[in-house]
């Protein structure tokens, strides 16, 4: 059984930015997809950018332009980096993969779907303080 482990978290000042980590190992999947979540206090867990093996991005509207989502195939880590971040971005931050590159990219951009996604990270907190 696979593991997915992100790090990068932290607290950062608005308009601040930071660098999310995740490795993945232990997966023998021959094709699949990876994306970025999180999760507010109270909310429920919504899609933040998404990323298929040929390095085609998908981004949630509330993010476009201020994140990058990429992927380093040889170490088999996902990134997301976050620029001018906001106080609304605070949540816990999740890794997730799954072989449905559909049902991924779907899962990021609809709320409801993600806890059908197959492999999630433990989370890492951010948090923007005004």
């Known amino acids: 059984q696979g593991q997915l482990v992100e790090s990068g978290g932290g607290s950062v000042q608005a308009g601040g930015s930071l660098s999310l980590s995740c490795v993945a190992s232990?997966?023998?999947?021959?094709?699949?997809?990876m994306g970025w979540f999180r999760e507010a206090p109270g909310e429920q867990r919504e899609g933040v950018a998404g990323?298929?093996?040929?390095?085609?991005?998908i981004y949630v509207d509330s993010v476009k332009g201020r994140f990058t989502i990429s992927q380093d195939n040889v170490k088999n880590t996902l990134y997301l980096q976050m620029n001018n971040l906001k106080p609304e971005d605070t949540a816990v931050y999740y890794c997730?993969?799954?072989?449905?590159?559909?049902?991924?990219?779907?899962?990021?951009?609809?709320?409801?779907?993600?806890?059908?996604?197959?492999?999630w990270g433990q989370g890492t907190q951010v948090t923007v303080s005004s």
């Open positions: 232990g997966f023998t999947y021959h094709s699949y997809c």
């Open positions: 997730a993969m799954d072989p449905r590159c559909a049902l991924l990219a779907t899962a990021i951009q609809a709320l409801g779907i993600t806890p059908s996604l197959k492999h």
């Open positions: 990323i298929d093996k040929d390095g085609s991005a």
